[in-house]
């Protein structure tokens, strides 16, 4: 690893605590370097407020230094007027002469742009540092932007035997295959994405709470599939703890392929990520269109006779770990 990717390695570290917070701006992480010593740090904070640059700017003591360091950052910075201003009017007007930058920025209003203004003002600009990590980074962003839909994540979890579910029930709950350590790790996931995706049929059986009341953090957006229109008021959906987005036949065509109406559905809602939790229909609709980022997996140490079955798919094994007895892959979509 060289110096560069030391530096931009410590942005994307940093950049990761605004997971959650920023949408739909990217988690940026950005340091400051004199010497070989970082004098400043900064990630992107809550929308609205200061992207990373300027954090790290003001976080640095001694802002003579700057005419002498180097900046890194995981995103090209931004060139136009929004929230906030400019981040590289920001870097020019600080005479910082040196940038060193992750990956582009492709929204439409960059897009190369910054990097023209900084190197029209005689600053040396280095791309593309670690930009694989980057763009792994600030996935959901590129997605939005790109796609023109959220990022989106599959998520199930399965027996020995791959049944995702028993084949009756006799309570309205859901019946847990994994432990609590993997039910707490799911709830972090949720307050780490703006929303969370289920079927009719799963709200029907389980009366879920889709929240993240195992974890700190907000709670995510609920949207639910109603055809028909005809869940009852009672239901957890509905506590008002959580907003929640119901898709009708007012608003897709349940007659055609369904997931990329869903996905231009949450487009036009401005969500920037998704996880779609079930049911297995739900998930084999998604999988079936291609309409799909990242797969994570839980096979439980349950076994059930008979139920209904897990997804069917192909993707790239990207990671496996153990909780307890409890194993968790997670797939990216080739």
């Known amino acids: 690893m060289n110096i560069h990717e030391k530096y931009i390695n410590r942005c994307i570290e940093i950049a990761k605590n605004g997971l959650g917070t920023t949408r739909p701006n990217p988690m940026v992480g950005c340091v400051i370097v004199h010497e070989n010593i970082i004098i400043g740090e900064g990630y992107t904070s809550p929308y609205g407020g200061n992207h990373a640059e300027v954090n790290a700017i003001q976080s640095v003591d001694d ?9 890194y950052v995981t995103l090209e910075p931004c060139s136009h007027y929004g929230k906030t201003p400019p981040c590289s009017n920001l870097i020019i007007d600080h005479q910082i002469p040196s940038v060193v930058i992750g990956c582009i920025d492709t929204h439409t209003k960059v897009a190369g742009q910054g990097v023209l203004k900084l190197t029209n003002a005689g600053c040396k600009v280095t791309v593309g540092v670690l930009e694989d990590a980057c763009k792994n980074l600030h996935k959901r962003f590129f997605t939005f932007q790109n796609k023109k839909r959220p990022y989106i994540i599959l998520k199930w979890a399965e027996t020995q035997g791959r049944f995702i579910a028993p084949a009756k029930k006799s309570e309205q709950k859901p019946v847990w295959i994994t432990n609590a350590y993997s039910r707490q790790l ?15 049929n799963t709200v029907l059986e389980d009366n879920p709470s889709l929240t993240t009341r195992d974890c700190s953090g907000e709670h995510p ?24 987005l119901l898709i009708t036949k007012k608003d ?41 980022d990242e797969a994570r997996v ?30 968790l892959k997670i797939y990216m979509n080739d």
């Open 63 to 71: 802002k003579t230094l700057l005419k002498e360091s180097t900046l």
């Open 186 to 200: 799911v709830h972090k996931w949720r307050a780490e994405e703006q929303a969370i995706l289920v079927g009719t």
């Open 221 to 244: 957006i609920r949207v639910v599939l109603d055809k028909n229109e005809k869940l009852p008021s009672h239901l957890k959906v509905f506590d008002k703890k959580a907003k929640t």
């Open 252 to 292: 897709i065509d349940y007659s055609k392929p369904v997931a990329e109406q869903i996905a231009d559905f949450l487009y036009k809602h401005g969500i920037t990520s998704v996880i779609i939790e079930g049911g297995a229909q739900t998930l084999q609709t998604f999988i079936d269109e291609d309409i799909w």
């Open 298 to 327: 839980f096979r439980g140490h349950v076994l059930f006779n008979k139920g209904i079955k897990a997804p069917t798919f192909t993707g790239n094994l990207i990671s496996e770990e153990s909780i307890l007895k409890d194993i």
